[in-house]
Every structure is written in C-alpha cells, then in structure tokens.
C-alpha cells in the first residue's frame, strides 16, 4: 500500500492546454516535494513546500499544500513539449529523514 | 555543479553473480539511500544511512545489503543476482532532516538474465 496516491497516473495532452495532478494521503507530512523525472534520468527536485495552504508558482508551474498537509496539487498552464516527464511527489514525515514517494504521474504534451 | 555519481547507466548480469553498484556525491551528505524504481510499483526504498558505517533496512531489503565506509560512497551490493531484481536502481542524497530535498543520481539499469 503506497503511503501517497498520485492521479491521474498517466496523461497525454495538446501543448498549449492546462493540466491538474493529485498526490493524496490519510497521512500527515511536515513537508512535500514535488519532482519530475526525464526518461533515463533521475528525478529533479521542482519544490518544497512546508506550510499548510501554501501555494508556490515556479513559472508555468503552481504547487499547493493543503491546509491539513495531507495532499498536494501540481497545476501546469499552458503546457509544452518539454513538461514532459514523470511527476513525483514525496512527504516526509516529523520523524525521520526518510521521503516516502508517490506512486507518479506519467506526462505526455504533444506537440 | 553539486552531484550524485553512479558508477554505471547500464549492466547486465548472470543470474547467481555478486553485483556491487556504487554511488558518490560530492556535496558532503549525511544521508544516502538506494530506491529501485518499477513500472506501476514507482520508488521503493532498499536501504539507507544516515552516517558512515550506519545502515538501516527500507521497505524491501531482501536480497540486498550496502557498504558505507566514507561519506561520500553508498555501495548497494546484490549477494547474489536474481531476474526479479532487473531494475532502474536510483541512489540519492541529502542533508540534515531533508529540507532541500534528495538529490538523486542518473540511475542504474540493471538487467540480470
């Protein structure tokens, strides 16, 4: 049983259109991270976000937390070619220093 | 530029060998881990370590045992390879309670026939 729930798991969409990806848990995380992964490669950390409610924007990119710090979203406007990858969300937990990994969300943007 | 080295992008191995990947960084890390990541299953944890000569088991260690004799050097070591451990094998690190996140390596495609 994965600790974190991503969805979709797969999706293929039209460059130029906006997407919304979920990582979900019964969990409470003291942070969250989002990363993307490039076929070949290993993930690249995107963003770390700490406090309940918090948004972060990175370019095209905006993170939230949710105010219970159980969930996270990852909304992508107008999206290219190149956010193609593999979306990973990770929590760690008040103990410990150990990320527990979502189970990912697989991007295709077409050109 | 602040990195993770592994020592090989691909492998290929005979069932039954002893297989050692490495994995430096050079950003002076307490904390190292080794995850093999599957299709549909995502990243599961082997082991990881917190300080030098310190190990401690993940989620799916069966199999498996590390070496970490330097900081810097995480060695994940297959005793004796099975076709069920043909994976993309990722080492990462990172600092203190984990802030910054991990910093992860290209990864290893291991297949063993």
């Known amino acids: 049983t994965q600790l974190l729930e991503q969805s979709p798991q797969f999706l293929s969409i039209q460059e130029g259109e906006n997407l919304t990806v979920y990582c979900n848990s019964s969990s409470v995380f003291s942070s969250l991270q989002w990363y993307r992964q490039e076929p070949g490669e290993g993930p690249v950390l995107l963003v770390t976000?700490?406090?309940?409610?918090e948004v972060k924007k990175l370019k095209r990119l905006t993170f939230q937390f949710g105010d219970a710090r159980k969930d996270s979203s990852l909304h992508i406007t107008a999206a290219q070619p190149g956010d193609t990858g593999l979306y990973l969300c990770a929590g760690i937990k008040n103990t410990g220093n150990q990320f527990y990994f979502g189970t990912g969300t697989s991007l295709t943007v077409i050109p | 530029d602040v990195k993770v080295t592994q020592s090989s992008r691909y492998l290929v191995k005979r069932t039954g060998e002893k297989v050692f990947l490495e994995c430096v960084q050079d950003m002076d890390h307490e904390n190292m881990f080794w995850y093999r990541q599957d299709p549909g299953l995502g990243l599961r944890l082997i082991y990881f370590?917190?300080?030098?000569?310190?190990?401690e088991k993940g989620d799916i260690p069966e199999g498996y045992s590390v070496s970490r004799e330097k900081k810097e050097r995480f060695s994940l070591i297959l005793e004796s390879a099975s076709t069920n451990q043909t994976s993309m094998y990722l080492c990462a690190s990172s600092f203190g309670q984990g802030y910054y996140g991990y910093t992860f390596g290209s990864g290893t495609r291991l297949t063993v026939v």
């Open positions: 370590s917190y300080d030098v000569k310190m190990k």
């Open positions: 976000v700490v406090t309940g409610g």
